[in-house]
């Protein structure tokens, strides 16, 4: 049941992030604009209201999720490197000497 859930793509790169920002900005500002109007020439500032939540939904649902037009872009990551000595490199700080205080 699980291996399902892993099957799902879950990441955005940084492009798509970059683009579902601007796409929620937009709609959030055309709706409130739309709903300003509307409930302004109606007169009823509920209607302002239901017209912003109707396009904060419609924003979630086509950012929120990351659809393939937010993955185009992957960034080219560097293989691993095999770690090749045996022996653990001393930490630098180990290797300073401590300083005695007067």
Not at 14 to 42: D, H, N, P, R, T
Not at 73 to 99: D, G, I, R, Y
């Amino acid at each position: 049941m699980l291996s399902m859930f892993k099957s799902i793509p879950s990441h955005m790169d940084y492009k798509g992030q970059k683009l579902a920002e601007q796409i929620f900005q937009g709609i959030i500002l055309i709706s409130a604009v739309i709903g300003f109007v509307y409930g302004l020439i109606i007169e009823q500032f509920g209607w302002t209201v239901y017209i912003i939540l109707a396009g904060f939904a419609v924003s979630c649902v086509l950012t929120l999720p990351p659809w393939p037009m937010y993955r185009k872009s992957p960034l080219p990551w560097q293989p691993v490197e095999p770690e090749t000595c045996a022996e653990p490199s001393p930490k630098p700080q180990e290797s300073l000497k401590k300083k005695k205080h007067k």
